[in-house]
């Protein structure tokens, strides 16, 4: 069973003669364990098509298989509690409460989750330490560099173990070096076994993953893998 399946998916903007389609009849199928990268410049309909994904917006008509579960016509608290548990999201601008440091931070969605307030802590941990900051944890993110708070984000993204891993423009904001071990991060994450989707329009960026799919006005264009 495919992890994800999406089928003639639709996202229509002021229905009638001005419409727009942001996204037009998508079809695709992610199996479990791939990694791969949704590649298309701005207006392309990437991000709309990964607020699909991640369960942020629902779609004008289409079929959404999340896991084998129809989430296509969910409520949004039901959406909300599949996203809570099955995707970790890393944000272009880091999306970190300024008022809270670091495990604060990556213990946030697990508080969520009714997590017991040991087990949250031992998980945020763990996860701060598996991307080099466990030396970090008291700062709060502007006591710390872009490629740090990503990092950051990034462990927030996986302390709860959710099998896909949505990553939109996950290096936009960083420098040559910070992005270069954010990727390493993404590449280790999928050698455990994690999904992981990268939304990027950074050509460089997209043929770091195994498959690359090409968004344009809203359709596929390419799908490409390199196994």
Do not use: C, W
């Not at 900051?133 to 560099?145: A, E, G, I, V, W």
């Not at 936009?172 to 992005?179: A, R, T, V």
């Amino acid at each position: 069973m495919s992890l994800v399946e999406v089928k003639d998916l639709y996202k229509i903007y002021n229905p009638g003669e001005n419409e727009v389609r942001a996204l037009d009849g998508i079809n695709l199928t992610v199996e479990k364990g791939e990694f791969l990268a949704i590649v298309g410049q701005s207006g392309s309909g990437k991000s709309t098509f990964m607020n699909m994904i991640g369960l942020l917006d629902i779609p004008t008509s289409g079929t959404y298989l999340l896991d084998g579960i129809d989430v296509s016509s969910m409520s949004d608290d039901e959406l909300s509690e599949i996203r809570n548990k099955e995707i970790g999201f890393i944000f272009q601008g880091f999306n970190l409460i300024p008022s809270l440091n670091a495990v604060e931070n990556v213990e946030l969605p697990l508080v969520y989750r009714g997590m017991k307030k040991e087990e949250r802590h031992k998980l945020a941990l763990e996860a701060l330490e598996r991307v080099g900051l466990s030396h970090r944890l008291d700062h709060l993110p502007k006591q710390m560099s872009g490629g740090q708070q990503q990092r950051v984000a990034i462990a927030r993204a996986v302390a709860a173990r959710p099998p896909v891993i949505l990553a939109d423009e996950p290096t936009g904001n960083l420098d040559s070096h910070s992005s270069v071990e954010v990727m390493k991060i993404l590449h280790e994450l999928h050698k455990e076994g994690r999904t992981i989707i990268l939304i990027t329009h950074d050509n460089d960026i997209a043929n770091e993953a195994e498959r690359v799919i090409r968004i344009q006005d809203g359709q596929i264009i390419s799908d490409v893998s390199k196994k």
